[in-house]
């Protein structure tokens, strides 16, 4: 038989999968069901060597076959023009699709690293799947504090991601250029979104809900790889340029950096000095030894009854004064730095309500 041929089941019994009527194309190498049909592999592997040993016949057959429990009467013949035109169609819109993905992996190859680490199908399922909204120069596309409801991807010019900082001055942390994602972490973790992001010249940025991307997730263990990758690589970085920034002793703004990941970031990086915290006329310093918390001063206060009432400062001035801090200094906290963080955690959570 030459071109596509079409098996269609007239009888069937003690199969679960095929039923009576089912049809199924054969196009070369590939065989695929028509319309609501399912593939029975074990009636498909009994049917093929028949269908393989006549396939220069120029009409059709019928044959019975038995595999296992499924035992079936089928016909073999040429498919329909309407078949081998849904075959051709289906193998253009393929190509389509590979060519399209093709073009979408190499565009995004030079222009960003979030879609780039992404299979180029799993990437063109995604574009697919989202809206597309334009924006001018200066425009805001996220605000500030907002919940985390959406992904949004660059698709075409820059944003620049922007935190305003306590005396309403602005501070461009990081420009996104095509191909790159923003809003993930708020809309992963459900914080509100830690800084605005605005369109830096005229820009295209796709979205798409919280709901879509779950779903996008649920099905594509290569695109949860790559947003788990993705999180633990912005924490990093987050935690390197703090690091950076105490480092060089230099005066830095909770608005900027919570006062728990500073913590987080000296514990860490293991340093020893003292974290002086300002805010709204009060001083509190915290000393550190190899990263371990071990004093704590905030007015009458000291301890972890201290710590645990800095930790919640929203806002103020910080600055991290590397010096040595000897065992004869005495040791208010006998917690575990990563015990204080948590329970900092559980009443800032609590505060919140």
Same mark, same amino acid.
């Given at each position: ?11 069937? /019994? ?6 009576? @009527? ?15 049909? /399912? ?37 073999? /013949? ?13 193998? *253009?819109?393929? *190509?389509?699709?590979?060519? @399209?993905?093709?073009?979408? +992996? ?41 919940? @985390? ?7 075409? +010019? ?88 105490? @480092? ?77 801090? +000897? ?27």
């Amino acid at each position: 038989m030459h071109g596509p041929l079409v098996i269609e089941i007239l009888t069937v /019994k003690g199969c679960q999968v095929a039923r009576q @009527g089912d049809r199924w194309l054969v196009d070369g190498c590939e065989v695929r069901p028509l319309a609501s049909a /399912k593939l029975c592999a074990a009636l498909l592997a009994a049917v093929l060597p028949h269908v393989r040993a006549h396939e220069n016949d120029s009409g059709g057959m019928a044959l019975n076959v038995v595999s296992g429990t499924c035992l079936a009467q089928v016909t073999i /013949k040429p498919a329909s023009d309407q078949d081998a035109e849904l075959t051709r169609t289906r193998y *253009r819109m393929t *190509r389509r699709l590979e060519q @399209g993905a093709q073009k979408a +992996g190499e565009r995004l190859q030079e222009a960003g690293p979030f879609l780039t680490r992404v299979p180029p199908e799993v990437a063109a399922e995604l574009v697919s799947a989202c809206t597309t909204k334009r924006y001018r120069d200066g425009e805001l596309i996220l605000e500030e504090g907002a919940p @985390g409801e959406r992904l949004y991807i660059v698709g075409d +010019g820059d944003v620049e991601v922007v935190r305003r900082t306590e005396d309403n001055s602005e501070t461009v942390l990081v420009v996104l250029g095509m191909g790159e994602c923003f809003g993930e972490m708020s809309l992963l973790t459900g914080e509100p979104t830690s800084a605005a992001v605005r369109a830096r010249g005229n820009a295209a940025v796709l979205s798409m809900s919280k709901e879509t991307l779950e779903q996008h997730l649920m099905r594509s263990p290569e695109l949860n790889r790559v947003f788990s990758k993705l999180m633990a690589d912005r924490l990093r970085l987050a935690n390197r340029t703090i690091e950076s920034e105490l @480092g060089r002793g230099i005066l830095g703004k909770l608005s900027m950096i919570s006062a728990v990941d500073l913590v987080q970031t000296l514990n860490a990086s293991r340093r020893t000095g003292t974290l002086v915290l300002s805010s709204r006329g009060q001083e509190a310093r915290v000393n550190f030894r190899d990263g371990q918390v071990v004093q704590a001063e905030l007015g009458d206060l000291s301890g972890e009854d201290a710590f645990y009432a800095l930790i919640a400062w929203p806002d103020g001035d910080f600055c991290f004064e590397t010096h040595e801090v +000897g065992s004869g200094d005495g040791r208010q906290i006998a917690t575990d730095t990563m015990g204080l963080l948590m329970e900092s955690m559980r009443r800032l959570d609590e505060l919140k309500r």
